[in-house]
Nanobody, 113 residues
Framework: VQLVESGGGLVQTGGSLRLSCAAS????????MAWYRQLPGKQPEVVAE???????KTLDSVEGRFTISRDNAKNTIYLQMTSLKPEDTGVYLC????????WGQGTRVTVSS
C-alpha cells in the first residue's frame, strides 16, 4: 500500500487549498479512508473520513470548511479546505482507517495570520 499526499503550501488566513492523496496497492473505494492532521509534538488526529458507501464525517472544528471526497477513477482521495485558519497549520496525511499501513510523508499546510 502506498499513499502519496500533495497539495499543501503556505496560504493566508481565509484562503483555500485542495489536498490530494493518490493510492496504489489498494482501491480507495473499498475502504474507510481518512485525512489526518498532525500538529507538532502530537499524534495525528482524524479531520475527515469517507466510507465505501460515500458517507463522510468531519471533525467539529473543520465542519463546514473542509470537505473530503473520492475519485474512484483516479483512485484518489481529496480534502478541499476553505476559510483556513492559523490553527489548521500542520502536516496532513491520508490513511486507511483501522489498518496498520505505513504512513506517507504527508503534505504540510501553513496558514499565516
Amino acid at each position: 500500500v502506498q499513499l502519496v499526499e500533495s497539495g499543501g503550501g503556505l496560504v493566508q488566513t481565509g484562503g483555500s487549498l485542495r489536498l490530494s492523496c493518490a493510492a496504489s496497492g489498494i482501491s480507495v473505494w473499498e475502504f474507510d479512508m481518512a485525512w489526518y492532521r498532525q500538529l507538532p509534538g502530537k499524534q495525528p488526529e482524524v479531520v475527515a473520513e469517507v466510507s465505501p458507501s460515500g458517507s463522510t464525517k468531519t471533525l467539529d472544528s473543520v465542519e463546514g470548511r473542509f470537505t473530503i471526497s473520492r475519485d474512484n477513477a483516479k483512485n484518489t482521495i481529496y480534502l478541499q479546505m476553505t476559510s483556513l485558519k492559523p490553527e489548521d497549520t500542520g502536516v496532513y496525511l491520508c490513511h486507511r482507517l483501522y489498518w496498520s499501513d505505513a504512513w506517507g510523508q504527508g503534505t504540510r499546510v501553513t496558514v499565516s495570520s
